[in-house]
């Protein structure tokens, strides 16, 4: 039996805590997608007509300069929400949202999430934490980029990211992200992320497959992360 638009919501991110009956309209307008791996959901932009809401899959959200260079700048998997930016001010699209694999979504139409929030002041309120909360995250990876050296920026993404999107098992919490995709997130070449990368497995902190990265040691990536290179880290 597939799971009702009202459960998703439940346990999506963005609509979390909010009062059933708040829940039970958003659904009532919520539409199901379903798109296949590879699929471009919108561009960067396009108008910004839906917010998107994630049931099963992974989404890509990428950001292009007009150069020709990407910025990778999430992953969004079940429960987390995406194009809410564009959704609630009308602009275009700031970034491009990809399918990694066959993904299934639920999208409200921007009309239609305004007048939500236009009738249920405390679904404004709610959106407006939710909101502040990103921005605080936001200004996290600014201060990061600003002041950390990359080894503890590298550390500090892959702790965030898996512990939105991480897969815990007895090997430790696996994050299906490809070295090139971890590159582009920092702003950094490839080749530099994988020396990083291959030196932490050699200490044992982190396992590699193709397009996985294992976290198996969290507390050195942790400490690593708030600045503190171990010794003979370069």
């Known amino acids: 039996m597939p799971i009702t638009a009202t459960a998703v919501l439940r346990q999506n991110q963005l609509m979390r805590g909010l009062a059933d009956d708040t829940l039970a309209r ?4 919520a539409v199901r997608r379903t798109v296949p791996r590879g ?6 932009g396009d108008p910004g007509d839906a917010l998107y809401a994630v049931v099963a899959g992974r989404i890509r959200i990428g950001a292009q300069h007009a150069d020709g260079r990407e910025v990778f700048l999430s992953v969004m998997g079940p429960g987390d929400s995406f194009g809410e930016i564009a959704a609630i001010d009308g602009q275009t ?4 949202a990809t399918a990694l694999e066959p993904s299934t979504l639920l999208l409200v139409h ?3 999430l305004r007048a939500l929030i236009a009738r249920d002041p ?3 309120q709610h959106l407006l934490g939710v909101f502040c909360q990103r921005i605080r995250w936001t200004s996290d990876l600014v201060e990061e980029s600003a002041f950390l050296e990359l080894p503890a920026r590298l550390a500090s993404r892959l702790l965030r990211l898996a512990a939105g999107h991480g897969r815990t098992g007895a090997d430790g919490t696996a994050l299906h992200l490809s070295q090139a995709d971890l590159a582009a997130f920092l702003g950094a070449s490839r080749q530099v992320v994988n020396q990083h990368l ?25 400490a690593l992360a708030r600045g503190a290179p171990p010794a003979a880290e370069s």
Not at 203 to 220: M, P
């Open 39 to 44: 699929a471009v959901v919108f561009r960067q």
């Open 26 to 29: 958003i659904a009532a307008v």
């Open 110 to 112: 921007r009309g239609d």
């Open 93 to 96: 699209r700031t970034a491009t």
């Open 198 to 222: 291959q030196s932490w497995r050699a200490r044992g902190w982190i396992a590699l497959a193709r397009g996985v990265v294992v976290l198996r040691d969290r507390a050195a990536l942790h």
């Open 122 to 124: 405390n679904l404004a």
